[in-house]
T-cell receptor, first 109, second 115 residues
Framework: GEDVEQSLFLSVREGDSSVINCTYT??????LYWYKQEPGAGLQLLTY?????DMKQDQRLTVLLNKKDKHLSLRIADTQTGDSAIYFC?????????FGAGTTVTVRA | DAGVTQSPTHLIKTRGQQVTLRCSPK?????VSWYQQALGQGPQFIFQ???????QRGNFPDRFSGHQFPNYSSELNVNALLLGDSALYLC??????????????FGQGTRLTVV
């Protein structure tokens, strides 16, 4: 079965880096994803990483994958107020995505 | 290029009623998945439609049913609504054949309130 876990809250100062952590259980997952959800909105795909990769960088976003420990992290460099949102980690099954409960990131001035 | 569009955006229904939610996938996508997101939780997979058939189903009762049309758009129907069905219903579209939902794009969701 699938079980994705994330810490629920993160507070970060504007300009600092944010690191959001996630653990998953399905070792057969091919892809792992990070989605962003702003209040009242749907999910925005931020980035994803293939399971045979260790790291993926995309502008301010860096994804690290430790497949042995089933640990995924998202680092946001130079965090801005517009980064305040809920961030979801998700693992892929055959046809579905299994999501964590989300990490609420609050950026303070 | 229109992304995933869902209608309506908000809906209020009474317990016991039936509801139909609609989704048009992103251009070029042929697979539609539906998710339920209760307040404060992550989305939960309801089912996926491909080639007008339900391809996989999550742990939801038979009151939840769906349909996919030849133009790939989809409907989610919920019968005999319960208070606990109040949630944000999200539609996601993707391209078939990849199985792993690479680059699944989500719509803005339909907020259903059951009173």
């Amino acid at each position: 079965g699938e079980d994705v876990e994330q810490s629920l809250f993160l507070s970060v100062r504007e300009g600092d880096s944010s690191v959001i952590n996630c653990t998953y259980t399905d070792s057969s997952s091919t892809y792992l994803y990070w989605y962003k959800q702003e209040p009242g909105a749907g999910l925005q795909l931020l980035t994803y990483i293939f399971s045979n990769m260790d790291m993926k960088q995309d502008q301010r976003l860096t994804v690290l994958l430790n497949k042995k420990d089933k640990h995924l992290s998202l680092r946001i460099a130079d965090t801005q107020t517009g980064d305040s949102a809920i961030y979801f980690c998700a693992e892929s099954g055959d046809y579905k995505l299994s999501f964590g409960a989300g990490t609420t990131v609050t950026v303070r001035a | 290029d229109a992304g995933v569009t869902q209608s309506p955006t908000h809906l209020i229904k009474t317990r016991g009623q039936q509801v139909t939610l609609r989704c048009s996938p992103k251009s070029g996508h042929d697979t539609v998945s539906w998710y339920q997101q209760a307040l404060g939780q992550g989305p939960q997979f309801i089912f996926q439609y491909y080639e007008e058939e339900e391809r996989q189903r999550g742990n939801f009762p038979d009151r939840f049913s769906g349909h996919q049309f030849p133009n790939y758009s989809s409907e989610l129907n919920v019968n005999a609504l319960l208070l606990g069905d109040s949630a944000l219903y999200l539609c996601a579209s993707s391209l078939a054949g990849k199985g792993s939902n690479t680059e699944a794009f989500f719509g803005q969701g339909t907020r259903l309130t059951v009173v």
